[in-house]
């Protein structure tokens, strides 16, 4: 099964930058189809970002025009920037199917993003 790896995150003031990325620790394995989640300790994960095997992205309407998903031409890499961080965008962030996707992925670890005030 592919075993998937967030890095990146850390902590920053409100206002600030951060970019996590995905990797899958399986070789030969290609991200056509990937999104991302965030989740904040005792609550549901939400969906944030995806993109699709065309390369198009669609976002959630609380992070749409501060935080942007991309791959590199390899398809072995994708990223999150996020940019104008938020308080509420405090969340461990992690990476699966996109919305279409037929199955989940093992569940790595998560990249933490701790937005302070």
């Known amino acids: 099964q592919v075993q998937l790896v967030e890095s990146g995150g850390g902590l920053v003031q409100a206002g600030g930058s951060l970019r996590v990325s995905c990797a899958a620790a399986?070789?030969?394995?290609?991200?056509?189809?990937m999104a991302w989640y965030r989740q904040v300790p005792g609550k549901e994960r939400e969906w944030v970002a995806e993109?699709?095997?065309?390369?198009?992205?669609d976002y959630a309407a609380f992070v749409r025009g501060r935080f942007t998903v991309s791959r590199d031409d390899a398809k072995t890499t994708m990223y999150l920037q996020m940019n104008g961080l938020e308080p509420e965008d405090t969340a461990i962030y992690f990476c699966?199917?996109?919305?279409?996707?037929?199955?989940?992925?093992?569940w790595g670890q998560g990249a933490r993003v701790t937005v302070s005030s």
């Open positions: 699966n199917r996109a919305r279409s996707g037929n199955f989940w992925y093992r």
């Open positions: 399986t070789p030969g394995f290609r991200i056509n189809e």
């Open positions: 993109i699709i095997r065309n390369g198009s992205t």
